[in-house]
């Protein structure tokens, strides 16, 4: 070896012991120690990432919940379970927590949506919007193209026969993903307590949601009248406070389109000292 070598290998070497010191008296110094609780968190956490609790993942979420920023039953997938392992982790009380379930504003399936013209673009609902709205003559319906299906990571919507999404409930988890994937904003997430609806999102006059569609809502307010204040119009629309509404009171037998109903059919009431008899629906019993 060189002699004129030795001394800059020293150096060389004294500076990088003396770099490599320098970045483990930093770390011991600076070094943020994460809570255990974190991970015991992320573990019970679906791991889905599908941002139904507002932010960017699970590992977002248990950073959050862990640090008093998010309430332990904010994740809509795990419900009330995952909630209840999150409080016991934390050592808090979970609370009570209503189950999400994603809900279709819209029943104007092929046969009853009038048609406009024929469309031979993009399937998809979110390039209908833009070109030209598809098919169908109402501009605030369903477009039929699936996005919700393609959106959902759950498998639970399917298109069904007259070209509307169906919700699965019982693989329903609330994220939400459906709703930020529909163009026209026919999807929200209700509470599964909830079980009547506006099957309608048209807010065109009475005579053109008419003539566009068979099903939809025609502003007649015939169910804000008798609703005590549960119901309002905007727009020509009828739209439901859920905390002021009493679904008994509703004359939804009136509504000449049935654009606002029951999810499903109340079932039907006995009379008292009957062991049999068909009765009336809840719905018709109180009106």
């Given at each position: 070896m060189e002699p004129t070598l030795i001394p800059a290998l020293l150096t060389m070497s004294g500076l990088g012991a003396l770099l490599a010191g320098g970045l483990a008296f930093a770390d011991r110094?600076?070094?943020?120690?994460?809570?255990?609780?974190?991970?015991?968190?992320l573990g019970v956490l679906p791991g889905a990432n599908c941002g139904g609790c507002g932010l960017a993942g699970c590992q977002d979420f248990a950073v959050k919940v862990v640090a008093?920023?998010?309430?332990?039953?904010?994740?809509?997938?795990?419900?009330?379970?995952?909630?209840?392992?999150?409080?016991?982790?934390?050592?808090?009380?979970?609370?009570?927590?209503?189950?999400?379930?994603?809900?279709?504003?819209?029943?104007?399936?092929?046969?009853?949506?009038?048609?406009?013209?024929?469309?031979?673009?993009?399937?998809?609902?979110?390039?209908?919007?833009?070109?030209?709205g598809g098919d169908k003559a109402c501009l605030y319906g369903c477009l039929g193209g699936g996005d919700c299906v393609e959106a959902c990571q759950f498998d639970a919507i399917f298109m069904d026969e007259q070209g509307l999404p169906q919700v699965m409930d019982v693989l329903c988890t609330g994220c939400g993903a459906c709703v930020k994937?529909?163009?026209?904003?026919?999807?929200?997430?209700?509470?599964e307590t909830h079980e009547l609806f506006v099957f309608c999102r048209n807010r065109d006059d009475p005579r053109?949601?008419?003539k566009v569609c068979a099903v939809a809502c025609i502003g007649c307010a015939i169910c804000a009248k008798k609703s005590n204040?549960?119901?309002?119009?905007?727009?020509?629309?009828?739209?439901?406070?859920?905390?002021?509404?009493?679904?008994?009171?509703?004359?939804?037998?009136?509504?000449?389109?049935?654009?606002?109903?029951?999810?499903?059919?109340?079932?039907?009431?006995?009379?008292?000292?009957?062991?049999?008899?068909?009765?009336?629906?809840?719905?018709?019993?109180?009106?």
């Open positions: 110094k600076l070094r943020v120690e994460e809570d255990e609780r974190i991970g015991e968190v008093g920023e998010k309430d332990v039953n904010g994740c809509p997938v795990g419900g009330p379970d995952v909630a209840a392992e999150i409080a016991r982790i934390l050592g808090v009380e979970a609370g009570d927590s209503i189950r999400l379930v994603a809900r279709v504003h819209c029943r104007g399936g092929n046969g009853l949506a009038q048609v406009k013209a024929s469309y031979a673009g993009p399937a998809s609902c979110s390039a209908k919007a833009l070109v030209s994937a529909c163009p026209r904003d026919i999807i929200e997430l209700h509470p053109t949601a008419r204040g549960a119901i309002s119009m905007k727009d020509n629309l009828a739209v439901i406070d859920y905390a002021r509404l009493d679904p008994g009171i509703i004359p939804i037998e009136r509504c000449s389109t049935k654009a606002i109903g029951f999810l499903r059919p109340p079932e039907p009431a006995r009379e008292a000292g009957t062991a049999s008899g068909t009765g009336a629906t809840q719905g018709e019993a109180a009106l």
